[in-house]
């Protein structure tokens, strides 16, 4: 089924569905998971120097949080947090879920209308249209 689940997580309340579901996955399946979080940095236009919102301790929080408690339910979990350029967080969950081989990547969603999803470009949407994998949404 899904041996190789890769669960792309930030600080959002579907988010923490999403590792969830992941790890009901991968208890169903036996099979492992990967939590990746991105920081996505931003270059300023004058300066040219790249900025994030979050520290790296946020990140690893959070990742952290969604390794304990897939640990603690006896799924075998692997976490890792890495950076990006704003707007290119879809790309590399998509280079992640290659490299690694996953089965199927899981991920929350907004809930951002159609509209709003293709006029703001949503991460999820991007995902979706990128990959050649199943991709799991949850709202």
Do not use: C, W
Not at 20 to 27: E, G, P, Q
Not at 38 to 60: P, S, W
Not at 75 to 86: A, P
Request: aromatic share 4%; proline share 1%; charged share 25%.
């Amino acid at each position: 089924m899904y041996d190789k689940i890769l669960v792309a997580v930030d600080h959002s309340a579907a988010s923490d569905r999403a590792v969830l579901a992941a790890r009901d996955l991968a208890m169903l399946s036996h099979g492992e998971v990967r939590v990746l979080h991105l920081i996505e940095r931003e270059v300023g236009f004058k300066t040219g120097v790249a900025f994030a919102d979050e520290t790296m301790k946020q990140a690893n929080d959070v990742v952290t949080a969604a390794v304990k408690m897939m640990a603690e339910a006896g799924v075998k979990v692997h976490g890792g947090v890495d950076t990006t350029l704003f707007g290119y967080a879809a790309r590399e969950i998509v280079d992640e879920a290659v490299a690694r081989d996953v089965d199927v990547i899981v991920m929350g969603s907004r809930g951002r209308s159609d509209l709003a999803g293709l006029v703001l470009g949503s991460t999820a949407h991007k995902v979706i249209h990128l990959t050649d994998r199943p991709v799991l949404i949850i709202r």
